[in-house]
């Protein structure tokens, strides 16, 4: 059975950083194509970062390039998020996705994820 745990969320100023860790077991992330999608009260879920099954593919959503870092772990089995220069409107439930399949390329769609966790709330204040 597969199971994803994400840790790391919290409170923070705004301009500040968190790293969020999603880890997995009953599957490596090194054979799963992988994301980080949030959801904000009364917003749909949405995609922020996404990596390929072996990491040499990377997407990120236009809100967040230059300012979040996806990445593998694969001794580790973890999924990370780095978060940067935090804004309010990144407030929002954090959740780690994974693939049932590998994947060469990143992939975007919400339904092609066969695997989520739980997720973590991160709040960024003004």
């Known amino acids: 059975q597969v199971q994803l745990v994400e840790s790391g969320g919290g409170l923070v100023q705004a301009g500040g950083s968190l790293r969020l860790s999603c880890a997995a077991s009953?599957?490596?992330?090194?054979?799963?194509?992988m994301g980080w999608f949030r959801q904000a009260p009364g917003k749909e879920r949405e995609l922020v970062a996404a990596?390929?099954?072996?990491?040499?593919?990377?997407y990120y959503t236009d809100s967040v390039k230059g300012r979040f870092t996806i990445s593998k772990d694969n001794a580790k089995n973890t999924l990370y998020l780095q978060m940067n220069s935090l804004k309010p409107e990144d407030t929002a439930v954090y959740y780690c996705?994974?693939?049932?399949?590998?994947?060469?390329?990143?992939?975007?769609?919400?339904?092609?994820?066969?695997?989520w966790g739980q997720g973590t709330q991160v709040t960024v204040s003004s």
């Open positions: 009953g599957r490596t992330v090194s054979s799963s194509f």
């Open positions: 996705a994974a693939g049932g399949s590998f994947s060469r390329v990143v992939v975007l769609r919400p339904v092609d994820y066969a695997y």
């Open positions: 990596i390929s099954s072996r990491s040499f593919n990377t």
